[in-house]
């Protein structure tokens, strides 16, 4: 009699990424309650039974797909300050420019888990909020660092406090001007834009 192939551990990994795809894909796009297992694994290209074979619930999925979405964004969040060596006005210009973007707006499904997940977190318990909590800090730390290099720059200084407390202003201005513009986007589009526009212009002032 033949046996069942046993999977190997390498295509149980790449299986595991095919989920986490999925989910952050449809998560992004519908939130954590819009979507069910059946259809995720539907669009892994997977069957129902084969997602218990990586994760307890789709609540141990959403944790998963949040860890990876802040990873992959403070990743990118460290190549914009990379792409600007001696220039932490520039950067923090770029970081602003890609955030409160259109482009960003209109493919929530590819975005920052910063904005795609700040309505679902509060409602997932205390495990998703510490998640969340590490992501937003380590935004907090990477802006309040490039804002301190851009006084130093000018041939300033800011103390570490007031570096802080700029950086949660700056943050939470980008992710609130983004959920507003994705908020009216079909219903009014040049409003939408209005708002996009309005807050890069802010952002990027100083």
Do not use: W
């Not at 069910?36 to 141990?60: C, Q, R, V």
């Not at 403070?74 to 932490?88: T, V």
């Not at 700040?118 to 909590?133: I, L, M, N």
């Not at 001007?177 to 009216?184: D, E, F, K, Q």
């Amino acid at each position: 009699m033949v046996g069942v192939p046993r999977i190997t551990q390498e295509q149980k990994r790449l299986n595991r990424e095919r989920i986490v795809g999925a989910a952050g894909e449809g998560f992004r796009r519908r939130g954590v309650d819009g979507i069910g297992i059946d259809e995720l694994m539907k669009a892994a290209g997977m069957t129902h039974g084969g997602f218990y074979n990586h994760f307890a619930s789709k609540d141990d999925l959403a944790l998963e797909v949040l860890h990876q979405g802040f990873t992959d964004s403070l990743a990118e969040l460290d190549a914009i300050r990379a792409a600007h060596p001696g220039s932490a006005r520039a950067a923090l210009h770029d970081m602003v420019d890609r955030y409160v973007d259109a482009g960003h707006r209109d493919r929530p499904e590819q975005g920052c888990a910063s904005a795609a997940f700040v309505s679902d977190t509060g409602r997932h318990g205390s495990a998703a909020q510490a998640e969340y909590r590490r992501g937003l800090d380590g935004y907090l730390t990477a802006i309040a660092d490039m804002l301190t290099d851009r006084e130093r720059e000018s041939g300033g200084e800011l103390a570490p406090a007031e570096a802080r407390e700029r950086a949660v202003a700056l943050f939470s201005q980008m992710v609130g001007a983004l959920l507003l513009s994705r908020a009216v986007a079909d219903a009014d589009p040049d409003l939408s834009d209005e708002v996009l526009a309005a807050n890069r212009r802010r952002l990027t002032a100083g």
